[in-house]
């Protein structure tokens, strides 16, 4: 009968700890929203753009306060159905192309896309010229094999 | 001759992007209000919640805009230049007290000096959003049509004032 008591106390006690923890819980909770779909959208969204606090990480990433309270303005932007670009334009408006991990191909930012295609075309053809002038080249060009290069003999 | 002429070339080529990189700061983004119209605000007093002040209140007259909070230490290191160039300053200083309490910038005023005409309160951040606040203090200096003329983010140096903000507030004073 004791036990019995216990196990019912026991019951209870839990029962008031859930209550009294569910409030907590659901204030952390609220920042997410209910619908999925929008929250893999604003996910998506954030996971590109810079966080200027912190500036290796994106929006999605950083626990920085600015970047929550800029996850929730994209959040509020898409749910009230503005479109990413619209959100993008809103968000380079305010910090500029640095926060697009993604910068568009401007004046300013061609050196940026162009430099490395550009630096991998100049190897490719240096090293094409070289491999030419070597195939050229006649044999008196290269040193001779002397004996002592070979040392299985 | 020539081959080791290329590489050397090369070296000195990546030399000057690496010197140059090196003087960079990246911690400042150029903004993108500079030459544009001030975001438009309705905030409220820190002194009188129950007062706002708008942008088109301010208009007609150059002015500079502080972001400041309670809890932002480098606030707290570039504060006595503010208080030392509020009196002599020609155009008067507006703070924008960011994501604080009243009750603790109220007393972070009154014992470290108030050097400003008003202190406008952006208790949720949005204000700060709209001027693409990041690194709080940050500095605005805004013309009398209420362009973006200046920006500075982080603390204010004695220098900053001297070279950049004062030449320019005599220039759109005068």
């Not at chain 1, 779909?37 to 306060?65: F, G, K, Y």
């Not at chain 2, 500079?64 to 009196?87: M, Q």
Request: aromatic share 8%.
């Amino acid at each position: 009968m004791a036990k019995h008591l216990f196990a019912c106390l026991l019951l209870a006690l839990s029962a008031v700890l859930a209550v009294a923890l569910t409030p907590a819980q659901a204030k952390e909770a609220v920042p997410v929203a209910t619908d999925p779909a929008l929250e893999a959208r604003v996910m998506a969204l954030s996971a590109e753009l810079r966080c200027l606090v912190c500036q290796n990480q994106t929006i999605a990433d950083s626990h920085a306060d600015l970047a929550v309270d800029l996850r929730n303005q994209i959040r509020t932007m898409l749910s009230q159905g503005q479109s990413t670009d619209q959100v993008r334009d809103y968000m380079t408006q305010r910090y500029g192309d640095f926060v697009l991990y993604k910068p568009p191909f401007k004046a300013t930012t061609a050196l940026l896309w162009v430099g490395p295609p550009l630096l991998m075309l100049v190897a490719l053809v240096a090293l094409f010229l070289t491999l030419r002038a070597r195939q050229r080249a006649r044999p008196e060009a290269f040193d001779p094999d002397t004996p002592d290069d070979d040392p299985a003999r | 001759m020539n081959r080791f002429l290329w590489p050397l070339v090369g070296f000195l080529v990546l030399v000057v992007f690496l010197g140059v990189g090196l003087k960079l700061n990246p911690r400042e983004v150029p903004s993108p209000l500079i030459g544009k119209p001030a975001p438009a605000f309705n905030a409220p007093l820190l002194a009188e919640p129950g007062k706002t002040v708008t942008r088109e209140s301010l208009l007609g007259k150059p002015w500079v805009l502080n972001v400041w909070a309670s809890w932002c230490a480098p606030c707290r290191d570039e504060h006595p230049y503010w208080v030392a160039f509020a009196p002599k300053s020609p155009v008067p200083i507006y703070g924008l007290n960011y994501k604080d309490q009243p009750a603790a910038a109220q007393k972070w005023l009154q014992q470290l000096g108030n050097p400003y005409a008003q202190s406008l309160m952006d208790a949720d951040g949005r204000i700060g959003i709209d001027y693409g606040v990041y690194g709080v203090p940050e500095t605005f200096v805004i013309d009398a049509q209420g362009v973006v003329r200046f920006k500075h983010v982080g603390p204010i140096t004695p220098e900053v004032l001297r070279d950049k903000i004062e030449p320019l507030l005599k220039q759109l004073n005068g």
